[in-house]
């Protein structure tokens, strides 16, 4: 094992993680918001994949140059992933999920549980930990990219503001 990885080439290398990068991504991106907590899917792939070289590198599994390599290739198509996603929606839309709308006008979206493969439980369980007893109470609440769930209270559950208090004297 330890031959081959010496008689790889710098560019095979690269195409190697490269490969291995896009095959992440895609997999998570497949596994659902909710399975990556609050880091998208690409720093998810891009955290794992560095840890574990590093840790191939460490313990002498893979030649320090062909290492330095692979990170420096991880970085970059990670970068152009980036750049790519920024400038292009629809590739944004495909690698990083939209938010996705589950309460609306205080009634659960289930087509869209669904999609997100969420129990209704979970999310009145999230919803209770932003404060709110009900959903009915909540104008609309959504799953991030980021996993975690976002709320707007209907107007009548919304807290009393600095620009309302002159209206409390």
């Not at 095959?23 to 880091?39: D, F, H, I, N, T």
């Not at 209770?128 to 959504?142: S, T, V």
């Amino acid at each position: 094992m330890t031959r081959m990885l010496e008689q790889m080439t710098p560019v095979g290398i690269a195409l190697r993680v490269s490969i291995m990068y896009v095959y992440a991504l895609a997999l998570v991106r497949v596994s659902g918001k909710q399975s990556l907590g609050q880091l998208t899917p690409m720093d998810f792939v891009i955290t794992n994949a560095i840890g574990d070289l590093f840790d191939d590198v460490f313990w002498v599994e893979v030649p320090i140059i062909q290492g330095l390599v692979a990170f420096a290739a991880m970085v970059t198509v990670h970068i152009l992933v980036t750049l790519v996603t920024s400038r292009n929606k629809s590739i944004c839309l495909l690698l990083a999920s939209p938010p996705r709308s589950l309460i609306e006008k205080g009634k659960l979206v289930l087509k869209n549980l669904q999609l997100e493969r969420m129990r209704s439980e979970e999310l009145e369980s999230e919803i209770r930990l932003k404060g709110e007893d009900h959903p009915r109470e909540i104008k609309e609440a959504r799953l991030e990219p980021d996993g975690q769930v976002s709320v707007i209270k209907t107007t009548k559950n919304k807290p009393v503001q600095k620009k309302d208090q002159r209206l409390l004297r």
